[in-house]
């Protein structure tokens, strides 16, 4: 699979048809991987990255932002990018390829919102955390968390992706994990008090979950200044990494291993670097 950081190849709309849909073969009729474009859709941000582009692009998101004004900013802002399928990271519960819910932090129509008419593509949409966790994944039981506007979590248990809903489960003084963990806390105690209540978390659910290791990603990952031991830390390069991942037959297909066991035995450690988990 071309990796994000190559060359863009020129536009050529004769190998999508007016559905959207490629053909599926190159021109030696041999088959061949399909150009993606993965959209990371956040509280603050929409980030967008297709197979060849060189540079990420994006827009800010608003408060009351609906599924069909998103997806209109996308088409717009990719005008000149090559894709024949498409990955949406959603930050929200999904559910049969369709958004299970509205979100919390942005505005209505989203849930069961059907993609792939506005696309006119092929489109998987994924819960945002679960897309960041699956770029990130080096084999074993990993627990995802992701600190953004909201907390996302997810885990992965040799190569099955289960996502979880925490962030609005109780936690203490009448407030959920979001509340504490999530901007709203890092904002109202400040990045000190802030970074003990992540430390408290990340205890919390590694007794509860049981993990091998533990990630942390999303844009207030970098606030973390010193991981407790077993945690690694992640940008959102991750998220890009598994919406490509999610249309490569390598990592996805079903006679494929969920993750080659010879990266499985180079699972992250206590100490792994951002710049290990995008190897």
């Known amino acids: 699979m071309p990796k994000p950081g190559a060359s863009a190849p020129a536009c050529d709309k004769s190998v999508v048809r007016k559905s959207g849909r490629h053909s599926g073969r190159n021109t030696a009729g041999s088959p061949r991987q399909p150009r993606i474009l993965v959209v990371d859709v956040g509280g603050s941000h929409v980030k967008c990255l297709a197979t060849g582009a060189t540079r990420a692009r994006e827009f800010k998101s608003w408060r009351d932002m609906t599924a069909a004004q998103m997806a209109a900013r996308v088409l717009a802002l990719v005008e000149g990018w090559s894709f024949d399928v498409v990955t949406i990271g959603y930050p929200g519960a999904v559910g049969g390829n ?3 819910q509205d979100p ?4 209505s129509g989203w849930k069961g919102f059907d993609f792939a008419h506005v696309f006119e593509r092929p489109v998987r949409v994924v819960n945002d955390s679960a897309m960041q966790a699956y770029g990130a994944y080096r084999g074993g039981k990993m627990l995802f968390l992701g600190l953004g506007t909201g907390l996302g979590t997810a885990l992965i248990v ?3 992706m289960v996502p979880m809903e925490l962030a609005h489960l109780p936690y203490k003084k009448h407030a959920t994990y979001e509340d504490r963990v999530g901007k709203r806390g890092l904002e109202k105690f400040g990045r000190k008090k802030w970074r003990r209540e992540v430390a408290h978390v990340i205890e919390l659910f590694r007794r509860a979950l049981l993990p091998e290791y533990i990630v942390l990603g999303g844009g207030n990952a970098e606030r973390v200044m010193a991981p407790p031991p077993g945690v690694a ?19 996805t297909g079903p006679q494929a291993p969920r993750l080659p066991r010879a990266r499985m035995h180079a699972a992250a450690d206590a100490t792994t670097p ?3 988990l995008h190897e």
Do not use: C
């Not at 919390?104 to 505005?107: A, F, I, K, T």
């Not at 830390?233 to 990592?251: E, S």
């Open 98 to 100: 369709r958004p299970a």
């Open 104 to 107: 919390h932090n942005l505005g």
């Open 158 to 160: 040799d190569g099955l």
């Open 233 to 251: 830390l992640v940008d959102n390069r991750a998220a890009f990494t598994g919406g490509f991942r999610l249309w490569d037959p390598a990592w």
């Open 274 to 276: 951002a710049e290990a």
